[in-house]
């Protein structure tokens, strides 16, 4: 997410590296939600599209059969990305940080020329589970925090992060998992006979 890494560092997984420095509670179910976060609605057709946007552009890929391999957790995956972008957004507005389209189109060409033009780019953020059309979402959202980071330093913009979340109250439909505050992101449901044996317990002294 910070300013002159690779274009992987503005990917889910850079969003995820985040996650640690972020806390949310709850878990009442939303009828039509993907999450709350707020009074911020993430609708169950909103999350659908953007995984279809996604699907259809890994199925256009010469590397598509990988990459629908690799994406199995994707609905999961874009749904947590969605959240951190409104923790992200909602801390830089908070403290008075905000990026401009111009901004964004100016990072998308140093990215593009970093890593060889558009066509190449496009397939790496596509990799990390993101379509051609959500890129300058995902640019926006690594401009904020690292103009927050600029302004606050690591430390205080982890903390505005925090209380940023906290706020927020991050609410997941227990269909995509349930939030871990502890950790900032959605552990996947398991259902029962998928779950590993509990190991038994110390022995009790003679």
Known sequence: MIRRRTALSFSAAALLGAAPLLTACGSAPHPGAAAVVGKDR????ELQSQVADVR???RS????AQLLMGSAQLGQDTLIRLIQYRIID?????????VTRRE???RRRQVEGMLGGGDATEARFLAAGIAPGQIDEELSAGLVRAKLEDKLGKARTGQALMKTSDALRVDVNPRYGTWDAKRGTARAVVEPWLRPAAAPGPQEPA
């Open 42 to 45: 993430i609708t169950v057709s």
């Open 56 to 58: 259809q552009a890994q």
């Open 61 to 64: 890929s010469p590397q598509g």
């Open 90 to 98: 909602k801390a830089g507005r908070d403290n008075g940080v905000d």
């Open 104 to 106: 964004v189109q100016e």
